[in-house]
């Protein structure tokens, strides 16, 4: 899937606020096993680390940059 589409699953899921900064990342295709139970914050962690990227958490909201 596309990390765009990934990262709108993980809002729904987990009701919190993510931004894709880079607008190269968001049609970035991975494939990524992710488990309900997890934080979202390890979740994203994981995203970042498969995709080359730095995640920061401002005033709740995740962005991946």
Do not use: H, P, W
């Amino acid at each position: 899937e596309t990390l765009e589409d990934i990262v709108a699953d993980l809002q729904r899921v987990f009701k919190d606020s993510i931004e894709i900064k880079n607008v190269s990342l968001k049609e970035t295709m991975i494939t990524i096993s992710l488990n309900k139970r997890m934080r979202i914050r390890d979740a994203l962690e994981m995203i970042c680390r498969t995709t080359d990227s730095r995640l920061s958490d401002k005033n709740g909201i995740f962005t991946i940059e």
